[in-house]
């Protein structure tokens, strides 16, 4: 049995362990896991992820949860070459990438904050302060790229990932961002790797459509 990877398109988490699994072009399966269905909540996934989430990653006998951990262990494992540097060996440049992906928990948190699926089927707009708690979120990653190309360092890592595939959705969820160059030259540089469109980009387009018809539902005609 080779590497299959339980996911949801709309997950940050998951589309990180897609990216780095793209990134490698390693050989993998897909397997969507249904929430709304509570596909997640089944005995046969919880098996595989006890806290009954996604992504989870079936790797022969190894079965593994927790989105930084996976993205981590296909890195030791399978990176060669240059593929190496996403996550590298050298301790004074790996524990850089460590801190951004511990970061990037707090990324995820105000993106969930936002409550996206509350916006995405009701049409529910997010508090003033959930959107300011973004919006302070993203000045701290804009700071954090001041003279850099990536988030640690001038090198793409696995830190990127985990950290753009929230950000790329919180893109679609607010209009104001704030006063983020550093963050927007960053994503137009995540947005030119040959497997963003697959991962992210086509996935964005379906939830902006989404939001938007549940922001501006069509005026039924009257007779």
């Known amino acids: 049995m080779g590497i299959v990877l339980y996911h949801l398109d709309a997950s940050p988490p998951s589309r990180s362990v897609l990216m780095t699994l793209k990134a490698l072009k390693l050989e993998f399966e897909i397997k969507p896991v249904d929430l709304f269905a509570g596909e997640h909540k089944k005995p046969e996934y919880l098996k595989i992820n006890p806290r009954g989430k996604v992504p989870a990653l079936v790797d022969g006998k190894l079965q593994l949860s927790e989105s930084r951990a996976i993205i981590q262990y296909l890195i030791n494992k399978y990176a060669k070459g240059a593929d190496k540097a996403l996550y590298p060996d050298d301790p004074d440049k790996r524990v ?24 995405l089927l009701k049409g529910e707009k997010p508090s003033k302060e959930k959107v300011e708690a973004v919006q302070k979120c993203l000045k701290d990653i804009n700071d954090r790229l001041e003279g850099k190309q990536y988030l640690a360092g ?35 540089r995540m947005q030119k790797l040959p497997y963003d469109d697959e991962v992210n980009g086509q996935v964005m387009k379906k939830l902006a459509v989404m939001l938007q018809e549940k922001l501006n539902p069509k005026k039924q005609t009257q007779f």
Request: glycine fraction near 4%; charge should be negative; avoid cysteine.
């Open 96 to 119: 850089l990438v460590d801190m951004e992906l511990y970061i990037s928990e707090i990324v995820f948190e105000a993106f969930l904050g936002l409550n996206p699926p509350a916006m």
């Open 154 to 188: 001038n090198t793409l890592t696995i830190a990127d990932f985990s950290s753009y595939a929230s950000v790329v959705f919180i893109k679609i969820l607010i209009d104001d961002m704030g006063k983020i160059p550093n963050v927007e030259a960053w994503m137009q």
